[in-house]
């Protein structure tokens, strides 16, 4: 998204599910007040998430906060108590996928979580603005595949579609993941650790790390204090 007034670095609001009566309020303040059309705009994505979603209503959505599920099955999107989530979350047709973020987890502005197998994100981990989460491929390497796999997206032969590999995905608690970074698929990030902004991160990494680059590698150890987490 722009980098204006709605960015979480603008100042861009976070907002509960709202009432009926808001919902209808803002959508006609909208019209004159760009501060109102923000609002709506959160408005209408809590209802996507409510239709396409398990979603707390302890949980904040931003503006520009979406999610597509192309299995329809709301129990596919899963987000806990107080979840702040500014970014799009999608449920891919083909496999199993599942999205799960677990209490306290930030999702920025610009990012992206494609999901057909698996994700999972734990407790109190931050994912900053721009950072984009695959458990897939999303599509093959073969050019034959890779040829009917573009005919089933846009001629709709869905019996062309190739097997898309996909691995799930794993992020502890506590974690945090910089700007613009790449999860990609079969990744388990062990809790507590960072990953520098900009990195491609293609294999595992243990808990209490900082890893950064392309492929990401670890920099540094840190030093782990459970007890203050208590």
Same mark, same amino acid.
């Given at each position: 998204?722009?980098?204006?007034a709605e960015h979480a670095f603008g100042?861009?609001? @976070?907002? %509960?599910k709202p009432t009926a009566y808001q919902k209808r309020l803002w959508s006609v303040l909208s019209i004159v007040h760009s501060a109102y059309r923000t609002k709506a705009q959160i408005a209408t994505a809590w209802q996507q998430f409510k239709q396409q979603a398990n979603i707390s209503?302890?949980?904040?959505?931003?503006?520009? *906060?979406?999610?597509?599920?192309?299995?329809?099955?709301?129990?596919? #999107?899963c987000l806990e108590g107080r979840v702040i989530c500014r970014g799009l979350l999608r449920i891919e047709a083909y496999g199993d996928g599942k999205i799960l973020l677990h209490p306290e987890v930030y999702l920025?502005?610009?990012?992206? #979580? @494609?999901?057909?197998n698996g994700v999972e994100i734990g407790n109190h981990t931050l994912i900053a603005h721009g950072v984009? #989460?695959?458990?897939?491929d999303t599509h093959?390497?073969?050019?034959?595949?890779?040829?009917n796999d573009w005919k089933s997206i846009a001629c709709g032969e869905k019996h062309l579609k190739? %097997?898309?590999p996909s691995d799930p995905i794993t992020i502890g608690q506590?974690?945090? #993941?910089?700007?613009? @970074?790449?999860?990609?698929?079969?990744?388990?990030?062990?809790?507590? @650790?960072?990953? *520098?902004?900009?990195s491609v991160v293609t294999k595992s990494i243990p808990a209490d790390v900082v890893v950064g680059g392309n492929p990401a590698r670890i920099l540094t150890e840190l030093a782990s204090s459970p007890q203050a987490l208590i």
């Amino acid at each position: 998204m722009p980098i204006n007034a709605e960015h979480a670095f603008g100042n861009g609001i @976070s907002l %509960e599910k709202p009432t009926a009566y808001q919902k209808r309020l803002w959508s006609v303040l909208s019209i004159v007040h760009s501060a109102y059309r923000t609002k709506a705009q959160i408005a209408t994505a809590w209802q996507q998430f409510k239709q396409q979603a398990n979603i707390s209503p302890a949980c904040l959505l931003g503006p520009q *906060a979406w999610c597509v599920n192309m299995q329809a099955d709301p129990q596919r #999107i899963c987000l806990e108590g107080r979840v702040i989530c500014r970014g799009l979350l999608r449920i891919e047709a083909y496999g199993d996928g599942k999205i799960l973020l677990h209490p306290e987890v930030y999702l920025g502005d610009d990012c992206l #979580i @494609s999901c057909s197998n698996g994700v999972e994100i734990g407790n109190h981990t931050l994912i900053a603005h721009g950072v984009q #989460i695959f458990d897939n491929d999303t599509h093959p390497l073969d050019w034959q595949s890779r040829l009917n796999d573009w005919k089933s997206i846009a001629c709709g032969e869905k019996h062309l579609k190739p %097997e898309i590999p996909s691995d799930p995905i794993t992020i502890g608690q506590y974690v945090w #993941i910089g700007c613009n @970074s790449l999860i990609m698929k079969g990744v388990t990030i062990g809790d507590r @650790s960072v990953v *520098a902004a900009g990195s491609v991160v293609t294999k595992s990494i243990p808990a209490d790390v900082v890893v950064g680059g392309n492929p990401a590698r670890i920099l540094t150890e840190l030093a782990s204090s459970p007890q203050a987490l208590i």
